[in-house]
Each structure stands twice: as C-alpha cells, then as structure tokens.
C-alpha cells in the first residue's frame, strides 16, 4: 500500500489549494481514504474522509462547507478541495487508509494504518 500525496503550497487567507493523493496496492472502490493534518505543536487530526464504496463523506467541524473530499477511480486518486483557506488550516496535510475500515466516520475518529508522506500547506499573506 502506498499514497503519494501532492499540491500544498503558500495560499492567501481566503484562496483556494486542491491536495491529490495517488494509492497503489489497493483499489479506490472498498476502503476508507482520508485526509489528515498536523500543526507546529498540535496533534495530527482528522479533516476529511471517504467510504469509497458507497461515498459517504465525514468532516472536521473546522473544515464542514470549505473542503470537499473526492475520487477518481480510474486514477486511483483522492483530491481534497480546499476553499476560504484561513491562517489556522497551516499545517502538513497528510494522505491515509486503511484497508480494515470501510467507515468514513470509524477511519477519520480511530486512525488509519498506512500514511503517505504530508504536503505543507501554509495560509499566509
């Protein structure tokens, strides 16, 4: 299993970045796939994750109506918009799974096992 996540960067408060997060070794149509952060200081967290087989979507309250989460199977890639970014969204966002949860809720809350290397994400101007 491995995830290669791209596309962080240095954004204005209230722009745009769009992370993608290609997998191999598995299939982008069972297990849960999600994105993670983690600031200067503070514990890695959950901010976003997808059931791929029926879809259903789990967000940090942080992130709810600013970020989106979704896939392309046929790229086995995960993308996570992310809109209005503000200063506390700076952290190294990290791609994840696990291929024991199918739960979008369960992988966001209990943590997955495999781990892509993180993207930086600075929100600064």
């Known amino acids: 299993v491995q995830l290669q996540a791209s596309g962080g960067g240095l954004v204005q408060p209230g722009g745009s970045l769009t992370l993608s997060c290609v997998v191999s070794?598995?299939?982008?149509?069972?297990?849960?796939v999600g994105w993670f952060r983690q600031a200067p200081g503070k514990e890695r967290e959950g901010v976003s994750c997808?059931?791929?087989?029926?879809?259903?979507?789990h967000y940090a309250d942080a992130v709810k109506g600013r970020f989106t989460i979704s896939r392309d199977t046929a790229k086995n890639t995960v993308y996570l918009q992310m809109n209005n970014l503000r200063p506390e969204d700076t952290a190294v966002y990290y791609c994840?799974?696990?291929?024991?949860?199918?739960?979008?809720?369960?992988?966001?809350?209990?943590?997955?096992?495999?781990w892509g290397q993180g993207t930086q994400v600075t929100v600064s101007s």
């Open positions: 070794g598995f299939t982008l149509n069972r297990p849960a």
């Open positions: 997808l059931s791929t087989w029926n879809d259903i979507t």
């Open positions: 994840a799974t696990d291929l024991g949860h199918s739960s979008s809720y369960a992988l966001c809350n209990n943590g997955p096992t495999d």
